[in-house]
Structure formats: C-alpha cells, structure tokens
C-alpha cells in the first residue's frame, strides 16, 4: 500500500511511518518541518534500511497540494499535520483553526480530486474536554474547552459529515490519550521546540540537567497521592495503532472513532519517582498552583479498539519512561546537535 503521512517528520508521525516501512509498505511524507526536523526522516531510513519520499510543503498551500497528491496518488492517508498546544492555542486561535480545519480541508478536498478515500485522522481525547465520565468511551459527549482541542472537534464533525455524503469514504478518528516513550533505538524521539508543553519531556529535560524542577500544579486533587492522574500511552503502541486502523479501513467503508490509551491512569508523582527510578537521578519538584481546566482524572476505556481493531497497548510505565529516557541521553539537545554536525 502507498501511505501518503502529513506531519511524518513529527513525533507520531516518524514513528508510525518506521512501522509502515517495517511492514513492507511505500511511504510519501509531507511536512512542513515548522516543528519537526527533517533528521528524524533520516534517521528512520536508517533504522529500517528503506528510503522514504519526504516533500516540504504546507497543507496550506492548496495548488501545490493539490497537484502533489494528484501526482503521488496514495491509497491512503495518515494525516498528522497541525497544531498540537493547548496553550498556544488559546492566545492565537485564528492561527489554529486556519492550520488544522483550514489545512484538513485542502487535504480531503486533494483527496477527493484523486480519488483516494481512505484516511486516518489524528484526533485527540481532548475532544472530550473537562468530562468527569471515567474511564471516557467513544461515545461520551464531546465538549472540547479551549481552541485546539475544539479544532479536532470540528474536523471530526467535519469528516462525520462527508462519509454520510459519500459512502465511498472509510475514515479512522484516533483519538489519542497522552503519548509517550521512544524507539527503543533511541535514535527518534519527541523533540519538543523551546519549554515542553508535555509533563514527560519535561521530566526528561529536568532528569537530564536542562531544567531546575519539575513543577506539580496541584496535590490536593482527590486522587490516590492528590496529583493529577492521566493515560500515558508508548508512542511505538500509538503507531501500531495506525497501522491496525488501516488495516480496518480497507475492508470497512465509513467513519469510526476509537480511543487510543492504555486505560489506566498514572499520576505526576508516580511519573516524577519513574523517571528518577530508571535515570537513577534526584528528579526535584515544587507543588504548585493548580491550572485552570485541568481535571483531576482522565483515563480512555480502550475496549472499542480492541474489538474492533485487534489492538492494545503493550507497553507499561516502565518501559515509556526507560525509553524516553535512552532517548533523553543519547539525544540531549534533540535532533539539533545532529543536524548541526552535517553542516
């Protein structure tokens, strides 16, 4: 099968396309590397011995993708590509819903001009928004609560749409908890630009000495030690689950979501004495002030993909945090360094 993947130079996306390559298929990726770096492409053609076809291009650059599309001609699409910080999301929302809704538009209008109609879309549960129903199931009612979030609503609403419009369509939402981990190589990993938006790198980042501490926001939430409990879930089990998604999809027309998590939830502290277990390093925190909208729990009931893609997490806490943290060391300044040194 040739796999078109928007975003695949990015965290998910290098790794779901190492998998693709590793099972035989033909991968275009198209990206536009503003938070991505071309190494980690690099580096996945060395690990899997396969050269991958790698475009530069924005999704909001409708002609050029539109004849790039025409000319590739995939039989499917990962779609990845878009803006992925909450935080970010909330001061510049324009610049948000432009990339992710406007982009995802000239993309399924590309598809359709070709005439491929199998896509995986990357959605999030943040879809769900502040729900306090545990564990949160494909069908809880979606509420997203701050502009990044509430583009994936729109584009799941968007794609809902268009498979009751045309049956020929057959669409994976995927939505996914909070991914984590690394190769096991670690040479390709989450390489966050600037300050972490994410609590693992960050531990990372402190464990390795780039960082002073770790700040808690909240220890008084009704949780086992008070601190906010969320689904980690190994990024190599996040791309496994694309690839059982299209699998799914090739004989199955229309649209589906599925929740992608482990199921089980992990609090900030136990994630803090992880890393300071596996790096054997002293990992300081400071309890601070809670965030505005963060719940205290949030956990996917993942049973749906189980029965219906054939898929599971595998890999426990232990593993997520050994491999981020092999990652971590032999990438301290991610891809940077490397890419430096080929100049």
């Not at 020929?168 to 909070?178: D, E, K, P, V």
């Not at 989450?190 to 693992?200: K, R, S």
């Not at 190599?236 to 929740?259: E, F, P, Q, R």
Request: hydrophobic residues 40%; contains cysteine.
């Amino acid at each position: 099968m040739h796999v078109l993947v928007t975003g695949g130079a990015g965290y998910i996306g290098s790794h779901t396309v190492l998998l693709l390559l590793n099972e035989g298929h033909t991968v275009s990726v198209l990206d536009n590397f503003s938070n991505s770096s071309p190494e980690s492409l690099r580096r996945v053609q060395n690990l899997t011995g396969r050269e991958v076809a790698v475009y530069e291009m924005d999704l909001l650059d409708r002609e050029p993708l539109m004849q790039l599309v025409s000319q590739l001609s995939p039989d499917a699409v990962v779609h990845f590509a878009g803006l992925k910080a909450v935080g970010e999301s909330v001061s510049k929302p324009l610049q948000y819903y432009r990339n992710n809704v406007v982009g995802t538009l000239n993309l399924l209008d590309a598809m359709s001009a070709t005439g491929c109609k199998s896509l995986v879309f990357s959605s999030s549960a943040t879809v769900y928004g502040e729900s306090t129903e545990l564990p949160l199931v494909e069908t809880t009612a979606r509420s997203a609560t701050n502009p990044y979030g509430r583009t994936k609503l729109h584009i799941e609403e968007m794609l809902e749409e268009l498979a009751a419009s045309d049956p020929q369509w057959s669409i994976a939402t995927l939505r996914y908890f909070n991914p984590v981990g690394a190769h096991e190589s670690g040479q390709i990993g989450e390489d966050p630009q600037g300050i972490p938006n994410n609590l693992m790198p960050f531990v990372a980042q402190v464990a390795i000495g780039k960082r002073d501490k770790v700040n808690v926001f909240g220890a008084d939430y009704a949780t086992a030690d008070g601190t906010g409990v969320r689904d980690y879930i190994h990024v190599m089990d996040l791309a496994a689950g694309h690839l059982a998604a299209l699998d799914y999809m090739s004989k199955h027309n229309g649209v589906g979501a599925w929740n992608l998590g482990t199921g089980q939830g992990t609090s900030v502290l136990e994630v803090v004495q992880a890393f300071s277990r596996v790096s054997k390093r002293d990992v300081p925190y400071a309890i601070v002030a809670r965030r505005p909208g963060d719940v205290a729990e949030s956990y996917a009931h993942p049973e749906k993909a189980m029965l219906e893609l054939g898929w599971k997490a595998e890999r426990g806490l232990e593993q997520m945090v050994e491999d981020m943290w092999r990652w971590q060391e032999q990438n301290p300044d991610g891809y940077i360094q490397s890419t430096n040194d080929k100049d």
